[in-house]
Antibody, heavy 125, light 107 residues
Framework: EVQLEESGGGLVQPGGSLRLSCAASGFIFSNYWMYWVRQAPGKGLVWVSRIYSDGSSTYYADSVKGRFTISRDNAMNTLYLQMNSLRVDDTAVYYC??????????????????WGKGATVIVSS | EIVLTQSPDFQSVTPNEKVTITCRAS??????LHWYQQKPDQSPKLLIKFASQSISGVPSRFSGSVSGTDFTLTINSLDAEDVATYYC?????????FGQGTKLEIK
């Protein structure tokens, strides 16, 4: 069964750091791009970051650029999100998601097809 | 940044009703628009990919269509288990974005 399981969430003070992990199973992790998406309490979904299958390229939302770092360990089938300089508005459930790909008219197009259950991050003093 | 605007924000529905949710993109995104269902305290679930492509295991009452930059999710004959919040999402260009969500509740 294809599964993603986040861990590492918790309560942290403003300015603090936290590292989330996402353990993948049931598929060849090293073949897939991966994403982080977050959802503040009672709010909608917000894309946070993307990493290539080999880790060679990363991309971030402006709101986290310079503070968050996405990485992966393909040997351990694990995705990470290092979060530094945390702010109160980073409080959210953080989901990892797998990116599958379809080839349409000669181009590769990606979509999120599998999501984890989420890890809760609370930034508060 | 591509803005996705969903309508309505909220809808009160009855079982067996036909429900239509729309998502308008602020610029052309081709067919790179996907629909997700999120039930309370659960993670999002993929319903439709690339505007109109069905997903294995998703009930056939869910369908999608597109006209230009207007995308539609249709639920034919709503089941009580379909009560959830629905999000559209574009993967045409970074930063990826989501619509604000449409919450369905039973009347």
């Amino acid at each position: 069964e294809v599964q993603l399981e986040e861990s590492g969430g918790g309560l942290v003070q403003p300015g603090g750091s936290l590292r989330l992990s996402c353990a993948a199973s049931g598929f060849i992790f090293s073949n897939y791009w991966m994403y982080w998406v977050r959802q503040a309490p009672g709010k909608g979904l917000v894309w946070v970051s993307r990493i290539y299958s080999d880790g060679s390229s990363t991309y971030y939302a402006d709101s986290v650029k310079g503070r968050f770092t996405i990485s992966r360990d393909n040997a351990m089938n694990t995705l990470y999100l290092q979060m530094n300089s945390l702010r109160v508005d980073d409080t959210a459930v953080y989901y990892c998601a797998r990116a599958s790909v379809d080839r349409i008219m000669g181009y590769y197009h990606y979509y999120m097809d599998v999501w984890g259950k989420g890890a809760t991050v609370i930034v508060s003093s | 940044e591509i803005v996705l605007t969903q309508s309505p924000d909220f809808q009160s529905v009855t079982p067996n009703e036909k429900v239509t949710i729309t998502c308008r993109a602020s610029q052309s995104i081709g067919s790179s628009l996907h629909w997700y269902q999120q039930k309370p305290d659960q993670s999002p679930k993929l319903l439709i990919k690339f505007a109109s492509q069905s997903i294995s295991g998703v009930p056939s009452r869910f369908s999608g269509s597109v006209s230009g930059t207007d995308f539609t999710l249709t639920i034919n004959s709503l089941d009580a288990e379909d009560v959830a919040t629905y999000y559209c999402h574009q993967s045409s260009s970074f930063p990826y974005t989501f619509g604000q969500g449409t919450k369905l509740e039973i009347k």
